[in-house]
C-alpha cells in the first residue's frame, strides 16, 4: 500500500453535459475530498478518446443507466462517460502503487476517486456502490504497466477498444446464432468505427455477403475500407436483393430508415439486430418491440458476461485483444491509413469535438485523442 496525500481537499475541474441537449456543455471546478479510506485510490485522467460511441453512452443515458455511473448531484446535468489512461495520485489499497496507470472508465473530470476491489498485476474492479447492478464490463481497469502511453498503438487502442467491445461480442453473438440463416448481411451507418469494426470481425465467419449501407457523402471512404463486400447509399436500398435472406444490423437507430428495411425485405427479413445509434439520440423502447418481434436491441456485456462464464474471462480477452490487434493494425496502415489521429487539448476543446460529433460533422476517419495537462 502506499499513500500520497495531495491536500485535505482538491479542486477538480470537470466537463458537465446537458441530458436533454447532448450538443451543450458545460465546465466546472469542484472539491473532491482527498481522504482515503482502505481499498481506495484517486486517479488523474491523462488522456481519453472521443467517438460517437461517446454520444450514445449519453443518449442512452437513462434507458441504459449510463449517467449513473459517475453521479454529479444535477439533475439536468450528467458526467458522459470516457475510456482513457490515467495514473494513480494517491493510493490506500494493496497491490496500486502511485504512479500507475490503468485504462479504464472515467468521466470527463480531471480526477476520480475508486473502491477498488480483486487487484492483480493486470488490473483491477470498480466496487463503489454506485457501480453496483451496473454492468461489470465497465468496471475493470487495466494495468498499462509496460506499454507506452503516447504510441499511436495505444491511442488506437484507447479509441477503438470500447468501440470493438461491442463490434467482436456481435460478431460472436451472430456465429453463436449461425447468422440466424441469412446470406446477405446489411449493416447501416457503415462508416463508423463499431460498424466497420463489426463487419471486419464478421468476415472470414460467413458465407453471406456483408453489404455496407451508408450516406452518399460517406460512400467513397465506405468502399475503400476492406469491410465490405458491396457498398450502397440509403437511396440504393431498393436495388439490394430482397429475395435474399437478410440480416439487418443497425448502427443508424433511424426509425424511418428500419420501417423502410422491413418492407424492403418483408418476410427474408430473418433478423433485425438494433446495435447502434449514431442518427438518433434518443433511445426508442418502442422500436425494439415491433415488427413481429424481429427488431431486437444488441448489448455487448450481457453476451460478454455469457462468454467469460463458458470460456474464462482469460480467454475471451486474449481472443479479443487478438483480433484487437488485427484490426488496428488494418486502420491504422501508414500507406493508406482508414483513422487517422486527431488531438485536442483541454476540455473546452473537448466540448468541440462533442458539438461537432453531436451535429454529424466529424468526419468518418477521424480519430479524436483528447490530451489533458
Given at each position: 500500500m502506499?499513500?500520497?496525500?495531495?491536500?485535505e481537499?482538491?479542486t477538480?475541474?470537470?466537463?458537465?453535459?446537458?441530458?436533454?441537449q447532448l450538443?451543450?456543455?458545460r465546465?466546472?471546478?469542484?472539491h473532491?475530498?482527498?481522504?482515503?479510506?482502505?481499498g481506495?485510490i484517486?486517479?488523474?485522467?491523462?488522456r481519453?478518446?472521443?467517438t460517437?460511441?461517446?454520444?450514445?453512452?449519453?443518449?442512452?443515458?437513462?434507458?441504459?443507466?449510463?449517467?449513473?455511473?459517475?453521479?454529479t448531484?444535477?439533475?439536468?446535468?450528467?458526467?458522459?462517460?470516457v475510456?482513457?489512461?490515467?495514473r494513480?495520485?494517491?493510493s490506500?489499497?494493496?497491490?496500486?502503487?502511485?504512479?500507475?496507470?490503468?485504462?479504464?472508465?472515467?468521466?470527463m473530470?480531471t480526477?476520480l476517486?475508486?473502491?477498488i476491489?480483486?487487484v492483480t498485476?493486470?488490473g483491477?474492479?470498480?466496487?463503489?456502490?454506485?457501480?453496483q447492478?451496473l454492468?461489470?464490463?465497465?468496471?475493470?481497469?487495466?494495468?498499462y504497466?509496460?506499454?507506452?502511453?503516447?504510441?499511436p498503438?495505444s491511442d488506437?487502442?484507447i479509441?477503438?477498444r470500447?468501440?470493438f467491445?461491442?463490434?467482436?461480442?456481435?460478431?460472436?453473438?451472430l456465429?453463436d446464432?449461425d447468422f440466424?440463416g441469412?446470406r446477405?448481411i446489411v449493416?447501416?451507418s457503415?462508416?463508423s468505427?463499431?460498424?466497420f469494426?463489426?463487419?471486419?470481425?464478421?468476415?472470414?465467419?460467413t458465407d453471406?455477403?456483408?453489404?455496407?449501407l451508408?450516406?452518399?457523402?460517406?460512400?467513397?471512404?465506405?468502399e475503400r475500407?476492406e469491410?465490405?463486400q458491396?457498398?450502397?447509399?440509403?437511396d440504393?436500398?431498393?436495388?439490394?436483393?430482397?429475395?435474399?435472406?437478410?440480416?439487418?444490423?443497425d448502427?443508424?437507430?433511424?426509425s424511418?430508415?428500419r420501417?423502410?428495411i422491413?418492407?424492403?425485405f418483408?418476410?427474408?427479413?430473418?433478423?433485425d439486430?438494433?446495435?447502434?445509434?449514431s442518427?438518433?439520440?434518443?433511445f426508442?423502447?418502442?422500436s425494439i418491440?415491433?415488427?413481429?418481434?424481429?427488431?431486437?436491441?444488441?448489448?455487448?456485456a450481457?453476451?460478454y458476461?455469457?462468454?467469460v462464464?463458458e470460456?474464462?474471462g482469460r480467454a475471451?480477452l486474449t481472443?479479443?485483444?487478438?483480433?484487437?490487434?488485427?484490426?488496428i493494425?488494418a486502420?491504422s496502415?501508414?500507406?493508406a491509413?482508414?483513422?487517422?489521429?486527431?488531438f485536442?487539448?483541454?476540455?473546452?476543446e473537448?466540448?468541440?469535438?462533442?458539438e461537432?460529433l453531436?451535429?454529424?460533422?466529424?468526419?468518418?476517419?477521424?480519430?479524436?485523442i483528447v490530451?489533458l495537462?
Amino acid at each position: 500500500m502506499t499513500f500520497q496525500n495531495p491536500s485535505e481537499a482538491m479542486t477538480i475541474q470537470r466537463l458537465l453535459t446537458r441530458k436533454d441537449q447532448l450538443h451543450e456543455s458545460r465546465l466546472e471546478d469542484c472539491h473532491m475530498e482527498a481522504e482515503l479510506s482502505d481499498g481506495e485510490i484517486i486517479i488523474r485522467l491523462e488522456r481519453f478518446g472521443l467517438t460517437t460511441n461517446n454520444i450514445t453512452y449519453a443518449a442512452f443515458g437513462d434507458a441504459m443507466e449510463y449517467w449513473k455511473f459517475f453521479p454529479t448531484g444535477q439533475d439536468e446535468w450528467g458526467h458522459m462517460p470516457v475510456w482513457g489512461i490515467g495514473r494513480v495520485i494517491a493510493s490506500a489499497a494493496d497491490g496500486v502503487q502511485a504512479g500507475e496507470r490503468y485504462f479504464g472508465y472515467y468521466p470527463m473530470a480531471t480526477h476520480l476517486k475508486l473502491t477498488i476491489d480483486q487487484v492483480t498485476p493486470r488490473g483491477f474492479v470498480e466496487v463503489s456502490e454506485q457501480r453496483q447492478g451496473l454492468p461489470a464490463a465497465y468496471n475493470y481497469y487495466t494495468n498499462y504497466a509496460g506499454t507506452d502511453a503516447n504510441s499511436p498503438e495505444s491511442d488506437y487502442r484507447i479509441l477503438l477498444r470500447p468501440l470493438f467491445l461491442t463490434s467482436y461480442m456481435l460478431s460472436d453473438y451472430l456465429i453463436d446464432n449461425d447468422f440466424f440463416g441469412a446470406r446477405q448481411i446489411v449493416i447501416s451507418s457503415a462508416s463508423s468505427k463499431t460498424a466497420f469494426g463489426s463487419a471486419f470481425c464478421i468476415h472470414g465467419n460467413t458465407d453471406a455477403r456483408i453489404i455496407g449501407l451508408t450516406s452518399g457523402r460517406n460512400r467513397a471512404f465506405v468502399e475503400r475500407l476492406e469491410c465490405y463486400q458491396s457498398v450502397a447509399t440509403y437511396d440504393e436500398l431498393p436495388s439490394i436483393d430482397r429475395d435474399s435472406p437478410t440480416l439487418y444490423i443497425d448502427f443508424s437507430g433511424d426509425s424511418q430508415l428500419r420501417e423502410r428495411i422491413h418492407q424492403h425485405f418483408g418476410n427474408n427479413l430473418v433478423h433485425d439486430c438494433y446495435a447502434g445509434s449514431s442518427s438518433n439520440l434518443e433511445f426508442n423502447y418502442e422500436s425494439i418491440d415491433d415488427n413481429n418481434g424481429k427488431t431486437r436491441f444488441f448489448f455487448a456485456a450481457p453476451h460478454y458476461r455469457k462468454r467469460v462464464k463458458e470460456l474464462g474471462g482469460r480467454a475471451v480477452l486474449t481472443a479479443m485483444d487478438a483480433r484487437q490487434a488485427e484490426f488496428i493494425q488494418a486502420l491504422s496502415n501508414p500507406d493508406a491509413p482508414w483513422v487517422s489521429l486527431c488531438f485536442s487539448e483541454g476540455f473546452e476543446e473537448a466540448a468541440q469535438v462533442i458539438e461537432r460529433l453531436c451535429q454529424n460533422k466529424v468526419g468518418p476517419d477521424e480519430g479524436h485523442i483528447v490530451l489533458l495537462p
